[in-house]
């Protein structure tokens, strides 16, 4: 059984999800990235998860083979944008993360293009490392503008725009690639992405390189006798 808390935080924590959904909508910064992240598994996840078994076969005329080699390539992309994202200056994430959404568009009009495996895997790898980065850094700043008392319930939000939509995205992108074709579809989804993403980011603007509004606590030192 938990301890009961001061009246201010047995109301904050009777408030539930619908107070992440009010902070979210109040603060246009956060608002923005939950969108840059939406966008990615809207137009950009699909082509390198959902299709990718119908890409290699229909597209490339591979086998499964080349598939495990092409999600090989896009793990090892992910972990390797994961370790460069300890590199990012605070006052350099706009500009990283604005290079990121102009990889990932390129990428995956590659992608629409490729006639082998070698280009779709170079395509698939700068993706996975540009998305990797871009969904740390959106993570960090969400969680450093977050008032501490609604940072778990802000983060339950972001965590809905991938978790949530997913599903929505993986029926409707391969509905849209049987209609149009595959290749259409992945150039036009790239073009789409490209330009909201930009959109996106232009309306955070500088404010991605804010200090955080919680700072970490100082860790409590017990004294020595």
């Known amino acids: 059984k938990r301890p009961i808390g001061t009246a201010e935080e047995e109301e904050q924590r009777r408030s539930g999800i619908l ?23 809207i137009f950009v996840f699909p082509a390198i998860s959902v299709m990718l078994p119908l890409y290699v076969r229909d597209i490339l005329h591979l086998g499964a083979q080349s598939m495990g080699w092409l999600m090989a390539v896009s793990g090892s992309g992910a972990f390797l944008g994961s370790i460069g994202l300890l590199s990012v200056a605070r006052k350099n994430r706009l500009k990283f993360m604005g290079g990121n959404v102009l990889a990932i568009a390129v990428g995956v009009f590659l992608m629409s293009r490729s006639q082998g495996f070698l280009l779709t895997a170079c395509a698939m790898g700068a993706i ?4 990797s980065m871009n969904f740390g850094l959106t993570n960090t700043i969400v969680q450093e503008q977050a008032p501490a008392h609604l940072r ?18 993986g ?10 074709g ?32 919680s700072p970490a606590p100082e860790p409590e030192i017990e004294p020595v006798c």
């Not at 996975?128 to 998305?131: G, V």
């Not at 778990?152 to 995205?169: E, N, T």
């Open 152 to 169: 778990g319930r802000v983060s339950a939000v972001v965590g809905m725009s991938f978790f949530g939509l997913m599903p929505i995205a």
């Open 19 to 41: 107070e992440g959904f009010r902070y979210v909508r109040s603060n246009r910064m956060v608002l923005s990235l939950i969108a840059l992240i939406a966008l990615n598994t």
């Open 128 to 131: 996975a490392i540009a998305l």
């Open 182 to 213: 595959m290749r259409t579809t992945l150039g036009i989804a790239s073009v789409i992405y490209g330009i909201a993403a930009a959109s996106v980011l232009s309306l955070t603007g500088r404010h991605v390189c804010d200090q955080p509004v």
């Open 171 to 180: 029926l409707i992108t391969p509905g849209f690639s049987d209609l149009i």
